[in-house]
Nanobody, 122 residues
């Protein structure tokens, strides 16, 4: 079992930046592919990004490529999401996820945090 706790959400103006953090505890964090998802009101949860255990490989949703960066620090059992050039339509609850896998046509995860709200004002 892995427990995930997100932080760093808040209110930001369009074009601004936020950095989300996800602290993990429990089973060996470094074994897992970690990721971030988001869910806006009335929408399904959508995949944003994932990173392999070594940090050597990352994957992003097309909608965030070039603006968002996922990273991890296994010594701190923490994964990060740097978000730049944020848009109002990216207002959502952002979730940290553990043991992320691709199950066509979607990404799925075994572990979830409680989510952190990100609000982008226009």
């Amino acid at each position: 079992q892995v427990q995930l706790v997100e932080s760093g959400g808040g209110l930001v103006q369009a074009g601004g930046s936020l950095r989300l953090s996800c602290a993990a505890s429990g089973r060996t964090f470094s074994n897992y592919v970690m990721g971030w998802f988001r869910q806006a009101p009335g929408n399904e949860r959508e995949f944003i990004a994932a990173i392999t255990w070594s940090g050597g490989n990352t994957v992003y949703a097309d909608s965030v490529k070039g603006r968002f960066t996922i990273s991890r620090d296994n010594t701190k059992s923490t994964v990060y999401l740097q978000m730049n050039s944020l848009k109002p339509e990216e207002t959502a609850v952002y979730y940290c996820a553990g043991n992320v896998r691709y199950r066509s046509p979607n990404y799925v995860a075994a572990y979830w945090g409680q989510g952190t709200q990100v609000t982008v004002s226009s």
